[in-house]
């Protein structure tokens, strides 16, 4: 999907010529940062709504179909956790005969990975965490 | 000149520069602004957008979307249902709908939206996903409960903190869980749907069924075992490591005496 950069619209604290990196941009960094980890066949950054922000996945993946599906599976996670006062959404993995999906879930939207079978589920996920917590930090209003 | 003549065409001149946006440029840039990620700005124009010209559907789906970004399901329900007012084949209108359906647990409730929106625009891959998705879904029996062998939780080797220990079938029925009725009737909703959903992403995605999952939290971290037939749940420290959580799982799950 076409994502183009767009303006820098603010200068980060302490450096005022620096500009800051839009938020298209650290969508794009934060996917690729995990799809370069060992094991990673992809994945796709999904808003809540179903719309695909950036992807990075192999040409057979059905991503429409994909990203409609872990906009519905972030989207019970997130709503799991609320009714089980089980503190907010943050990781999932799911592991199956054939590999592991992996979901991180932000205010901004869901971060899903598709990973083999023999993959460091511990370092996909703890990676995954970084990668909320940045997209947590692109967010600037509050989220309900 | 007079002074007020020259105003007047002073004020002529600066209107003529400033030209008021049209509803659809402002809903054009409202949507470059959302695949962006500029929902803020995106709202602003689409607030706009609709003030000029309030019966344009499209300013109201993308209004939709918003509410749906910033989780405000009803307003986005309700200009869901603003765009079906105005094109009641719309199908991304339809989709929205089935979606929120879907997440307030109607399942019944949702397949009519899939299907008329699939009716009306056969080349839609996520509504097809979703419609294969829920095809095989029966409504939970709330309430209802059936044995898996017999349960004595009393023979459990139940790791430290653990909680919310929680079996049921696939199609919702619960078997067992801990806690009070409403939240044995909340867990045994959750781990069905998630198994569901996340069975339907393994299996999109060529992975095969659901094995295993791990659910983190900001609070505690929630570990899964199924075979297709049964889901078991049980809720540990947030702490505890992949491999670990899963080692105590697997524990239960021969204890329970559960065939895979």
Redesign the interface.
Known sequence: MADPQIPADSKPPGDPTAPRPSRAQAFRETLSELTRLDGVRGGLIVTPDGLVITSELPPRFPVEALAALAATLGRELELGASRLERGAFRTALFSADDGTVFVGGSPVGYVTVVADRNVNNEGVRTALGRAVDRLRGTWRVSPV | MGLATFLERTWSGIAGLVKPRSASSLFRLAD?Y???????DAAELITEGLRVSPNIAVGHLLD??LH?????MPAAKASFRRVLALDPYHPRAL??LA?IA??EGDIEGCRPFLDRAIQYFPDF??????QE?VVTWTAPVVGASAAVGAISTERLRLPPGAH?LVLTHADGTLVFAQGSEE?QK??GL?MT??YR??S???A?????????????????T?FLRSDGGVILGV?LAREV???AGLVQVGRLWTDLNIKA
């Open positions: 470059q959302r695949h962006e990620g500029r929902y803020e939709a979307y749906v970004v910033f989780r405000e989709f929205g979606r879907l997440e891959p996520e509504a097809k996903a979703l998705m919310d939240r909340h867990l959750h749907q998630v959903i996340a339907a992403t393994l999109r995605a060529g992975l095969g069924a659901m094995r295993r999952g791990v659910i983190e939290g900001s609070g505690e929630t809720a490591e992949v491999g």
